[in-house]
């Protein structure tokens, strides 16, 4: 059992950045994989980026090279570093964990539990 809690979320001008935290309770928190998700107004919630126990790491396309996903598993924590941001992703990003399949995965519904999400606004 895993129960997140986002922060860090806020207003960034175009081009800025943003280091997004999730923080885990619960004793199986490093058999997870963990990734993040964002979803905006009228829009489906889409994958952002996962991260294995072992650090290994995987990207939405759009994002790949501007954001990079990370775990410290001594602290529980999982944390979106973002720059560059652009308005289109402005949305409210959430952190899950799911088990690991071997394989990371984009589909929402393959991640257990869910943070309360936190809202990121990219704006002038």
């Known amino acids: 059992q895993v129960q997140l809690v986002e922060s860090g979320g806020g207003l960034v001008q175009p081009g800025g950045s943003l280091r997004l935290s999730c923080a885990a309770s619960?004793?199986?928190?490093?058999?997870?994989?963990m990734g993040w998700f964002r979803q905006a107004p009228g829009k489906e919630r889409e994958f952002v980026a996962a991260?294995?126990?072992?650090?290994?790491?995987y990207y939405a396309t759009s994002v790949k090279g501007r954001f990079t996903i990370s775990r410290d598993n001594a602290k529980d924590t999982v944390y979106l570093q973002m720059n560059s941001l652009e308005p289109e992703e402005s949305a409210v990003y959430y952190c899950?964990?799911?088990?690991?399949?071997?394989?990371?995965?984009?589909?929402?519904?393959?991640?257990?539990?869910w943070g309360q999400g936190t809202q990121v606004t990219v704006s002038s």
């Open positions: 991260i294995s126990r072992w650090k290994s790491t």
């Open positions: 619960g004793r199986t928190f490093t058999n997870y994989v």
């Open positions: 899950a964990a799911g088990a690991d399949r071997g394989k990371f995965s984009t589909t929402k519904t393959d991640y257990e539990y």
